[in-house]
């Protein structure tokens, strides 16, 4: 199964990014998808999570900014990301569980300017 992230790039603080992360295989009976991100020398981290009932989960830091969804017909996770700020620059990864085993995205960069 490949994963592939798209849709980073620069934006002012406020300003918002939508990411995609389109799997080459069904997402239907997948369990989790989620993004994650990561900065130089800290550990990569959950971001928000959409699990195969569609129940959504988010990291405290992305609540009230941050939306995922699915789209399983085009085997696409999305990530709606509003009122971005800084701290929000990261590499972000799109990752998914298929048959209990678990794939990850090549990463796209976000880049919050102030």
């Known amino acids: 199964v490949q994963l592939q992230a798209s849709g980073g790039g620069l934006v002012q603080a406020g300003g918002s990014l939508r990411l995609s992360c389109v799997a080459s295989a069904s997402i239907i009976s997948v369990n989790f998808m989620g993004w994650f991100r990561q900065v130089p020398g800290k550990q990569r981290e959950l971001v928000a999570a959409?699990?195969?009932?569609?129940?959504?989960v988010y990291a405290d830091s992305a609540k009230g900014r941050f939306s995922v969804s699915r789209d399983n017909a085009k085997n696409t996770m999305y990530l709606q990301m509003n009122s971005l700020k800084p701290e929000d620059t990261a590499v972000y990864y799109c990752?998914?569980?298929?048959?209990?085993?678990?794939?990850w995205g090549q990463g796209t960069l976000v880049t919050v300017s102030s």
């Open positions: 990752n998914g569980v298929f048959r209990g085993r678990s794939y």
């Open positions: 959409i699990l195969s009932g569609g129940n959504p």
